[in-house]
T-cell receptor
């Protein structure tokens, strides 16, 4: 009965490979997010989708492409992985309260990506 | 200048102590404010929202000063289980949360 789940939990891969991380939420939320937490523990938003539509797209390399097949899923595909992509990637979800609002976000357990 | 600034710590305190964390934010148009807690190798979880009038939840008290763009968290009667990283979080609009780098708290017996 996990609220926000991510797979895989750990991902070790070589530079140049392409990989995907999957996220699912069963909270009935309309909005989902991807965050990156780097080695200095700084947590920064990458993307946000509301009901399958992109609403936040931070300055992320276009090697990163989010895909939302439905409002319960938001996957992250990364092309041509680089050493600097090594980090923990967190998925999150929240109810939609309008573009000016904001409320609690529920985070998944994270995916620890290591690029060798 | 970072959008949300916090002292990274660590704050080392004995059980039963009172400890306070501060945070400043740069965007005066920020809409709402939160403290999240993150345990080692775990995901962040909401600790409490922060309101201008100040709010309390058990041993935790949060304050917001919009004029000074300053947020605080006070923890009374610290427990061992309070050891974690406390993240100051600001919603800058469009449901975008900006996180501080966190303040690490270590409570010792």
């Amino acid at each position: 009965d996990t609220a926000v789940s991510q797979t895989p939990k750990y991902l070790v891969t070589q530079m140049g490979n392409d990989k995907s991380i999957k996220c699912e939420q069963n909270l009935g939320h309309d909005t989902m997010y991807w965050y990156k937490q780097d080695s200095k523990k700084f947590l920064k938003i990458m993307f946000s989708y509301n009901n399958k539509e992109l609403i936040i797209n931070e300055t992320v390399p276009n090697r990163f492409s989010p895909k939302s097949p439905d409002k319960a899923h938001l996957n992250l595909h990364i092309n041509s992985l680089e050493l600097g992509d090594s980090a923990v990637y967190f998925c999150a979800s929240s109810p939609y309260v309008g573009l000016a609002g904001g409320n609690e976000q529920f985070f998944g357990p994270g995916t620890r990506l290591t690029v060798l | 200048r970072k959008e949300v600034e916090q002292d990274p710590g660590p704050f080392n305190v004995p059980e039963g102590a009172t400890v306070a964390f501060n945070c400043t934010y740069s965007n005066s148009a920020s809409q709402s404010f939160f403290w999240y807690r993150q345990d080692c190798r775990k995901e962040p979880k909401l600790l409490m929202s922060v309101y201008s009038s100040g709010n309390e939840d058990g041993r935790f008290t949060a304050q917001l000063n919009r004029a000074s763009q300053y947020i605080s968290l006070l923890i009374r009667d610290s427990k061992l289980s309070d050891s974690a990283t406390y993240l100051c979080v600001v919603n800058t609009g469009f449901q975008k949360l900006v996180f501080g780098t966190g303040t690490r708290l270590l409570v010792s017996p």
